[in-house]
């Protein structure tokens, strides 16, 4: 069965996974061969294909993270010829689709490397550090009920909507994966800018960046040195002003902070 | 035994707050004495295990996912619904209510409905509060669409990403409540089994999908938010691991599970490319409120089409069929989901389906490109369309979409009363998971409404009322009722893991889809039917015997998940197929070709069928006992749905 293209050639690939059985063990390269990979196939489904082989073989599949395979809850976190999420700009893993690629190619597929992000098999790594990063003040402490109306807060267009583009982060990591020092900086700007762009925001607004700045040290991420290659890679377009409105609040924070008494 | 939906008495717009104040209240001091099992991270989940902490309860929540984050409700586009009137365009409780009683085909229960619209408005607020990134208008206030067949503007959306923006709200109040050490969150978790001790629901079998390690957990009730079951189809919208392993485990439990067959069928999706494929992808329905659907007239024309030889936009208006405009002039393109996706496979089954496989239609824009300009339906659609173009390789600004129904929810669930009790005491089902409020069909945007309102609204009272009930003493796992049950999943793994067959779990997975697809699918027939339940017999038994899981238990294993949530599936397949084959009569999601009426519509029977069907497991291999709960409609008019 042919799709849009009907005369997509299929193609042969060489692939190199890196397999490593636990957190604890060593890991390394393994090469494998797939073949009559249609153009039309994902990715993920091009890997799907490997490890249907690999099962039928007796061996142990791949190990790799992804569910909604639509770009949106950014499980999947592949490093692919030495890029956050593979060649295409403004794509994850699972949006990417063979038709990138060429009959014969060599694809290397790693999983993201950062001290913050371990190993738990193969190609998934435990992002858990995300989680908390948002536990330390990524919200607006308001119960349920009680709250008033929605339309209440009247809140211009233009910030309501540059708080949606900094809150359309997916956590999947690329950007911690795609910076040489592994910072975070990108994630935690993209929920800091939220909120501190809201009025619901404001009162927390000092407590907030301090707190999960904190966190974010305390889990090992690099410091910013402000590359840029975050944003690059970034597949939902998360913007580096992110970043500078961080620093700001951070600053202006440190300087008038609730913390000191 | 006899399903008692505990109905408040009183006239319908008076129930709920009535009930509010005559279910029972646990004293403030003593609900940090009381556990509750939260299992699911997803709108419904998220919003009950933060809101249930904030009352004082002490909650553990669990996820198969690494993160809260990740759940399926994260891929909702469109929007949610709220009966707010913001527009003035008439919305109104009773209206939404309305709206959905009669969009279900009048198989749901007014009661809940009502409750549903009711605490819809509560819900934008809340959301707002928590810094959810509504959609505004120049003016600052909230922005409305009408979506998914509704004559009044009610739906509020965050672009295309709403599911995200509401989801990552809720799992922002759950990460303070975390914070606070009120939740406790166990990601990576699988509920494998439920305990039961004394006939009451005390605790879950966990597997830890890292570690492999098989653990028990014991709490005073368990509320299960752990999704739909559309994968039972395979290919479908959903994530690619939703299943129905939490509920099928507490079905067996004694849990009834209500309407299995009730399904929806999505109508705008992208169509299948190849064998490979390995999930459908959704177009949002906020698509036909601007893109007009049509295939060729002829079958000559269509043949042309499929072949390359003409393209869609040289084809000329008087060799189109508009077939919504022609056949239901008054709603036109937004006929509700069901409705158009049957008369989608009409087209394809009369030979004018498009694209190489003839399994598709047009959904076209060039009019409102024309309107607007491209510039304008970027703004509205543009993630849409980039994301269509990024899985077809095709431009929808110059070509039109070609798009085709997919599975995309279960209406049907977890059978529970109006506190969303199931049938076992201290066991509640929240969100896709219960049986719900949606009957036959469920509307666009009211999935996540409702998941919000049983998570935030509903459930931190109701179970209350359990609770207040039940003795403040600490819950451990020392009952034998819990070795019993760990030793039974470990027993299944190691079983799993000892077939050593020789087809793969995704095999069978693709092989019962393609039974369910066929015979269970947009229409059924009792002659399909019965061949697809000694189909999914036979998957079964093959299944068991030849099935091949490589590795360990003791180590992150993908393949034996998979195996087990397959499993399940083929169950609950089964009786999907049974309850389909009891219901002799057309409504909503489920076609009987044997009942409808001379134009082609779904006729019910509401003589007859006016019920919920409510299955009880009887033990392995036995037939599952029918219980049924009669509906009453006091506010609303059966009549036969018409969208002409
Ligand atoms: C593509 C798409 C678009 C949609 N768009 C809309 C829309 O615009 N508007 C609308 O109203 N609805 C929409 N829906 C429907 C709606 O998104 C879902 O019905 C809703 O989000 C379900 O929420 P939930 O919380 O019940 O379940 P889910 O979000 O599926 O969450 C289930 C949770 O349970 C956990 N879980 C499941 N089983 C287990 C287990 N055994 N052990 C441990 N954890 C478990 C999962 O990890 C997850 O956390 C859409 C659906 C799809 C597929
Ligand atoms: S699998 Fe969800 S973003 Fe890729």
């Not at chain 1, 889990?219 to 970043?243: D, H, K, R, Y």
């Not at chain 2, 949610?80 to 365009?89: C, E, H, L, T, V």
């Not at chain 2, 208008?137 to 995200?164: C, K, P």
Request: hydrophobic share 35%; charged share 25%.
């Amino acid at each position: 069965m042919a799709g849009s293209n009907p005369n997509a050639k299929p193609m042969n690939l060489t692939l190199n996974v890196w397999r490593q059985p636990n957190r604890s063990t060593e890991g390394k390269m393994v090469e494998y061969k797939v073949k009559d990979i249609s153009p039309e196939m994902s990715f993920l489904e091009m890997l799907d294909v490997l490890n249907e082989d690999l099962l039928h073989a007796g061996t142990d599949p791949v190990a790799f993270d992804h569910d909604c395979r639509e770009g949106i809850c950014g499980s999947c976190d592949l490093f692919i010829n030495g890029r956050s999420h593979g060649p295409e700009k403004g794509t994850t893993t699972c949006q990417l689709h063979m038709r990138k690629f060429s009959d014969g190619d060599t694809i290397t597929i790693e999983p993201w490397r950062a001290n913050a992000f371990p190993v738990n098999k193969d190609l998934s790594v435990d992002r858990s550090a995300f989680d908390r990063i948002i536990q330390a003040g990524g919200y607006v402490s308001v119960n349920t009920g009680g709250v008033p109306d929605g339309n209440e807060i009247a809140i211009p267009k233009d910030i309501a909507d540059r708080a949606f583009e900094a809150a359309t982060c997916i956590g999947c990591g690329a950007c911690v994966a795609a910076c040489k020092n592994a910072s975070a900086m990108l994630f935690v700007s993209a929920k800091v800018s939220q909120l501190a762009l809201l009025p619901q925001g404001k009162p927390e607004r000092k407590t907030r960046v301090e707190n999960m700045i904190e966190q974010m040290d305390k889990e090992g991420f690099g410091a910013c040195s402000n590359i840029g290659s975050c944003a690059a890679e970034c597949p939902v377009g998360i913007s580096l002003e992110n970043i500078a409105i961080l620093n700001r609040e951070y600053i202006s924070a440190k300087a008038t902070s609730n913390n000191l008494a | 035994m006899l399903l008692d939906s505990k109905i408040p008495e009183g006239p319908l717009a008076e129930k709920w707050e009535k009930h509010k104040f005559n279910v029972k209240l646990v004293n403030p001091a003593n609900k940090r004495k009381y556990d509750v099992i939260v299992v699911g991270t997803g709108l419904a989940g998220s919003s009950a295990a933060a809101s249930l902490a904030e009352l004082g309860y002490n909650v553990k929540a669990f996820t198969y996912h690494d993160s809260p984050r990740r759940a399926h409700s994260i891929a909702a586009q469109g929007g949610i619904n709220a009966a707010k009137n913001y527009q003035n365009d008439g919305d109104s409780i009773f209206r939404l209510f309305y709206d959905t009683v009669k969009g279900g085909d009048y198989r749901a229960r007014e009661a809940n409905v009502y409750r549903l619209a009711q605490v819809s408005v509560s819900i934008i607020d809340q959301c707002v509060a928590q810094g959810v990134p509504f959609a505004r208008e120049y003016g600052g206030l909230l922005a409305n669409r009408s979506f998914g067949g509704a004559q009044v503007s009610r739906t509020f959306y965050a672009r295309g990403q709403t599911g995200q923006q509401l989801l990552l709200g809720a799992y922002s109040a759950l990460s303070r409540q975390v914070a606070y050490g009120k939740v406790k969150l166990y990601t990576r978790s699988e509920m494998l089994d439920l305990v039961m001790v004394d006939g009451q629901a005390r605790g879950i079998v966990t597997r830890h999908l890292i570690t492999g390690e098989v653990e028990t957990h014991a709490a005073h009730a368990v509320v299960l938010a752990t999704g739909g079951y559309g994968n039972v189809f395979y290919l479908s919208t959903n994530a690619k691991y939703c299943n129905t392993t939490a509920a099928w485990r507490a079905h067996k439990k004694g849990a009834f599970f209500a309407n299995p067959c009730f399904t929806q069928i999505h109508p705008t999706c992208i169509p299948v490319s190849g064998d490979y494929q390995s999930k459908l992808t959704l177009m949002s329905e906020s698509l036909r409120n601007d893109g007009r659907v049509w295939v060729p007239k002829t079958t000559e024309m269509a043949e042309r089409v499929r072949k390359g030889e003409v393209k869609p936009q040289d084809i000329a208006e008087t060799d189109r069929d508009y077939f919504l405009e022609r056949k239901y002039p008054a709603f036109g393109n937004l006929v509700p989901r069901d409705v158009a996706s049957r008369n989608a496979k009409q087209m394809c089954d009369e030979g004018r389906g498009v694209g190489s496989t003839g399994l598709a239609v047009y959904l076209d824009f060039a009019e409102i490109i024309q309107r607007i300009g491209a510039e304008g339906v970027s703004q509205k659609y543009g993630n849409l369309f980039a994301m269509y173009e990024k899985i077809t390789d095709e431009n929808p600004y110059e070509r039109p979409m070609r798009i085709y129904p997919a599975v995309h929810y279960t209406m049907g669930g977890l059978w529970v009363d109006y506190n969303l009790q199931t049938t076992i005491p201290g066991l509640y089902a929240t969100g896709e998971c219960n049986f719900s409020d949606h009957g036959a069909n469920r509307l666009g945007a009211s999935a996540l409404m409702q998941g919000l309102a049983d998570g935030y609204f509903v459930i931190p009272y109701t179970i209350g009322d359990y609770l207040a009930a039940t003795a403040p003493k600490p819950v451990d796992t020392q009952h034998p009722a819990f070795a019993e049950a760990k030793a039974g999943v470990e027993a299944r793994t190691e079983q799993l893991l000892a077939i050593k067959g020789t087809r793969t779990p995704d095999q069978f997975h693709k092989a019962l889809g393609h039974i369910m697809w066929e015979y269970c699918g947009m229409a059924r027939n009792a002659e399909g039917l019965q061949f697809a339940k000694k189909e999914i017999q036979r998957l079964r038994k093959e299944f068991w015997s030849d099935v091949r899981v490589a590795g360990t238990g003791e180590e992150l294993n993908q393949t034996l998940e998979k195996a087990g949530r397959v499993a399940d599936f083929i169950e609950l397949g089964e009786l999907m197929v049974d309850d389909a084959l009891a219901r002799n009569e057309s409504c909503g999601g489920h076609f009987r070709e044997e009942y409808q009426t001379p134009e082609g519509e779904a006729l019910r029977d509401d003589e007859n069928y006016a019920y919920v069907a409510a299955w009880e497991y009887q033990g392995e291999n036995q037939p599952e006992k029918l219980n049924k709960e009669e509906l009453t409609f006091e506010n609303v008019k059966l009549t036969q749905r018409s969208y002409k």
